[in-house]
């Protein structure tokens, strides 16, 4: 085995007692092999001590628990001690670190953009590097305030959020007053951009610019560095440019708008068709009805009408959904939530909703919870380390509640990170009381599936009073964990029925943004 | 307690604080066990408590509290010395000198690893999460990931050597090394 593999196994206390013997004659004879030792061993050291960065919750860092300590306790005798004794036990994770982030800009809006490094989206961060956009449009907006809107094919190098180079294709680019002295190079060219507009088309060896507004500095090659003002252009070859040449930014926000309203438009008529589906439970749009002088009403639209399932927001506010247009509810503070009551006995369910999760910051976020934790009602929420976590429970014979040993759970892989939190997923779970089978998926994907070892076939589902994106109305003198969600939910249909992959897929496709 | 001693205490609390993740990594690169760091950390900082009063606060805290740090690492191995998984004495003390020599390197290195954890593919950042932000145990990840437990080791080993080729780069190419 060789030394790098050995450490590994040292690592994670996998070594036999040969590779330790091994390892350590390793260690003895070669100063090099010790220090990649100390490396590895420290690197690993630091990541176990490492705090939790962004959303609180999402990694909480877990404390070994020892009870070996307590073999001193009669060392401990001075109030000295007991203070020190809670910063060993509860080590304090270092407590000054702040998270940090490399990104220089971000991805704010794509039109039928495609990268070659894969999947970009937008609101993703984008580090130092290089990016490849082989077709459609993308507006990149520099931490220095800068944007720039590039159109495929193109190849951009963000070198920094003050600094970009344009190896081809065609970029414009805005800096306000506060961006000032924004670099982009060109083949040949650099140009220094005191607050303005301009656009910049590369092709091979050569570069065009043109000013549309305010000042540029251009620097060439064994030239002296010529002011370029609104109107003017620049260019490498011989031939005149015209501002017709460069990249148009009204007519692109125009296609990025119209593009919005025509998936507005087709997940509107995808759900006047899917409120028809006779497995509907009760099916919420979350449209904000413009006669509901309370403002709070939160209406299935399955068909035919029930109305007696229909929704009461507390405390959660209205705001925009999916596509400017749509109406989305939005849950904050610890008493937001929307009130139901599902009336019904059921052999399988569907949850399918579309959130926005902002951030995983309690234990339990809640999705869909019925009040309480009754035999045969399920509970839906986001468990913290960001998988989605789906619980049924039943009482056995002379119990009055359900307890771990009835307590049927099925997570997924976590699926809410900093890279999903603050955009619009696609959510559901099926489940049948035949096969005991728990599916989860996200955006249309599986990422779970599982039958629990307490499932027993037949056992009826039911639901009573619930609510979406928190849990439980506290009776007097009983105070209710805090379970809300953060963030917002645009739609959310409850079937009684276990619906198959590719319907789930289906509406991932139609009612995606 | 008289206000000279509480004073007393609130500077040992603050130093303890202020150098545990330098005192956890030195102990536990010279023992590689967790619980026996975490042990070990706490019988020094005991330790470090009560002889607190011989501390000269015009020199620096780290290297006086790697002493103690040193000795509870042997106390520990002679307790345990039938454990055959522990390094022999020789070993920790090249460890131990080779540690003071490299510890601005080392530091440095830390400094670079955030960066190179933020450039880590989403699957390596999972990784991450659920073996060290959240100490899920191997069969907890082998059954969360379905993935064996060979692929499991291999996977974390990957992990480990691509952050530690990231962050030597960056050392390099900071001309560093």
Redesign the interface.
Known sequence: MNL??LI?A??????T?EQ?AEL?DL??GD?NA??L??????????????P?SNTSR?????I?N?T??WR?ST?IA????M??MA???W?????DKEA???GAAMLSQTLDAEFSQGTLHSGDTI?PGTITLNKGVAQIEFFSGATALIEGAAQIQIISAWEARCMSGRVRVHVPPAAKGFLMHAPDVKLEDLGTEFALNVNGKNSEVHVFDGEVIAHSKDKAPSSLKAGMSLSSTKGAVSPRDFLPIGEIQGLIRQREQTRFEAWKTWSMEARKDPRLIAYYPFNHLGDDKWDRMVNTVAEPAMNSRNGGAVGARWAQGRWPGKAALEFKRPGDRVRMNLDGTYAAVTFACWVKVDSVDKKYNSLLLTDGYESGEPHWQIYE?GSLMFSIGYTGPGEKRITAKTNQMY?S??VF?A?SLGRWHHIAVTYDNVSGTVLQYFDGKEVGREVSSLHQPGRPIVFGSCEFGNWGVSTQGHPFPIRTLNGAIDEFAIYQSALSAADIQTMFEQGKP | ?DPA??QR?EE??LL???H??SL??YI??LV????D???I???T??AL?RKFDQYDSTRPFLPWAYRFAYLQVQKHREKSSRA??M??E??ID??AL??ER?APE?DQ??QF???CL??LN?KD??L????????QSAEEMMQ??SVSRRTL?RN??LL??R??DC?SQQLQSEGLV
């Open positions: 790098e593999l590994h040292k690592l994670e206390g996998e070594i007692p330790h350590e260690l003895r100063c010790r220090r030792y100390l490396e590895l061993a420290d690197q690993h050291a630091h990541l176990l001590q490492r939790t999402l990694k909480p860092s877990s070994v020892r070996v300590w001193n060392l001075s109030a000295a001690a203070i020190l910063y060993v036990i080590p304090q994770k270092h407590v940090t982030s490399i580090a380390d997570f892989k976590p990170s890279d | 307690m001693s509480s205490t040992i609390v303890l604080t202020q545990q993740e956890f990594r536990f690169n590689t066990c967790e619980a760091a975490r042990d950390l706490q019988e900082s005991l408590c055959p998984l390094f022999s020789d070993i090249m460890l080779d540690m490299m080392l290195r830390l690893l955030e960066g933020g450039k989403p950042k999972e991450v999460t659920n073996r060290y932000a959240m100490r969360r990931l080791f974390l080993e480990r050597v952050l530690h962050v």
